[in-house]
């Protein structure tokens, strides 16, 4: 069960179109720390994957109201032609209260309507009882494949419309609980780099591998800040 909230977090989630330049600037702050790589990317990833974890959350509230709402609808109709039975069995007919008015009995009202149903459909259509749709899904297609193209030009219009481009967006990937990288080698692997390289990671998780801790040195004995991002603090 997650506890801590980061400060991003909260940043992204009311973010809206008055205050994106305010947003670019706490991603820059971020982007421009002295933190490790892999901590700032914990950091963005987790504030704004932390969305789909509230909507997840809101999705599930909305489903149980749902159900909620449709057993308390039909509790109410049952109490309702219940009630009706009961004065109906006491020969009550109207009871009159101080804050509800009244409680009364109401006679269902007999509605009809006509039902047709066709047994054989083939002389109603030559009476002319049916219609004709076009396709215009059909004819699309057959005007990108080159088919009946002189036709369909004649007695349609054709337009190229522009559809509007989709702006570019990040792609959050979470790892699961328990599948941080179980070693040093592992996590060079899925971060691509080398122990010869200048600037080279170094990093440590136990069993059940849900939290590390990661230091970054330049090859010249310096360290960088590690330590686990599981505290909640980043600036």
Do not use: H
């Not at 977090?9 to 330049?21: G, P, R």
């Not at 982007?31 to 892999?38: A, N, V």
């Not at 310096?222 to 330590?227: C, I, L, T, V």
């Amino acid at each position: 069960m997650k506890t801590i909230r980061y400060q991003l977090e909260k940043d992204i989630e009311s973010a809206n179109a008055n205050n994106v330049d305010w947003l670019k600037m706490r991603f820059k702050e971020v982007l421009e720390s002295d933190k490790d790589f892999t901590r700032k990317c914990d950091y963005l990833g987790l504030s704004i994957a932390s969305i789909d974890d509230r909507l997840q959350s809101i999705d599930e509230e909305v489903k149980e109201l749902r159900a909620l709402k449709d057993v308390l609808k039909s509790a109410k109709e049952i109490s309702l032609t219940l009630g009706a039975q009961i004065f109906s069995d006491y020969g009550i007919s109207r009871l009159e209260g101080t804050r509800i008015s009244s409680i009364t009995i109401t006679n269902p009202i007999p509605s009809s309507k006509l039902k047709l149903t066709v047994i054989n459909d083939k002389p109603l259509i030559e009476a002319g009882f049916y219609k004709k749709v076009i396709d215009t899904d059909a004819l699309l297609e057959s005007y990108k494949t080159g088919d009946y193209v002189e036709l369909i030009s004649q007695y349609c219009t054709i337009e190229m419309i522009k559809e509007s481009q989709a702006k570019k967006k990040l792609e959050v990937y979470k790892v699961k609980e328990g599948q941080y990288p179980s070693s040093q080698s592992e996590f060079d692997t899925l971060i691509g780099q080398n122990p010869s390289d200048q600037f080279y990671t170094t990093y440590s998780s136990t069993p059940p591998y849900d939290s590390y801790t990661i230091s970054t040195s330049d090859g010249s004995g310096s360290g960088g800040g590690g330590g686990a991002i599981a505290d909640g603090s980043f600036i």
